[in-house]
């Protein structure tokens, strides 16, 4: 196909497609004549993983370099891949709360604690040090306590994720689950945290549970009893 096509194929601008053809993300296309190229499947996959990483992911032109540098790798292994995949998609908040360095302590001793095969220094340990620091630093401090409860739920989530994008062989594909499943991943669980947190709290706090109907099922019949409904209690702390 000709560069033209390869656009309207992709929806990417042909001066956007010239433009990462110089950078060296996308390989040029195959010459038919002094004056044309020829582009192929290859390319249309490769695009779809650059506008991936950068609309999706929000990685710069650099940080795109980078993860596709590992994706041509020769023989790289799918870890080492999907790693610079991750690593370049984590970001590590801005400042440097005053208890960082014990928070820091305490984000070691939670990987060594679990066993899990990551780096103390990790991008992710980083910004979960700064997070937990803030915590103290709010005199929010006992947060530390539910850690292992995190842990061990992340794990699960983690479980999933992989059985995910282990459904893609094509390693480019798999680099793209990652960063598309990870952003919006990330979206999906924050809302699904806040729907469990409207739950439990209503069913803790509003006296759900105690003679009220059950969810699913009978909400009607609460109201007309003069009972709240669960589905629109929404503390305010949450």
């Not at 729907?195 to 909400?219: C, F, I, M």
């Amino acid at each position: 196909m000709r560069i033209g096509e390869l656009g309207r194929e992709t929806g990417v601008a042909v001066p956007t497609i010239k433009f990462y053809v110089r950078e060296g993300l996308l390989p040029a296309g195959r010459l038919t004549s002094p004056n044309q190229a020829s582009y192929d499947e290859s390319h249309v996959r490769r695009l779809r993983l650059i506008r991936g990483l950068i609309d999706v992911g929000g990685l710069s032109v650099a940080a795109v370099r980078e993860v596709l540098a590992a994706v041509d790798t020769p023989g790289g292994a799918v870890h080492k891949v999907l790693g610079a995949a991750h690593d370049a998609i984590t970001p590590v908040p801005p400042g440097r709360p005053e208890g960082l360095p014990q928070a820091r302590r305490t984000v070691a001793e939670l990987i060594r604690r679990r066993g899990w095969l990551a780096e103390e220094d990790h991008p992710a340990a980083e910004a979960m040090a700064v997070a937990l620091a803030a915590f103290q630093d709010l005199g929010q401090g006992a947060f530390v306590e539910v850690l292992d409860d995190y842990a061990e739920a992340c794990e699960r989530i983690a479980d999933a994720d992989l059985a995910y994008v282990g459904r893609h062989a094509d390693v480019e594909e798999l680099v793209e689950s990652v960063v598309v499943g990870t952003v919006l991943g990330d979206a999906v669980l924050t809302a699904l945290r806040r729907l469990a947190h409207v739950d439990r709290s209503a069913r803790r706090y509003e006296g759900y549970g105690e003679g009220r109907p059950a969810a699913g099922g009978g909400a009607d019949e609460g109201m007309e009893k003069g009972g709240a409904d669960p589905s629109r209690v929404v503390p305010p702390s949450v």
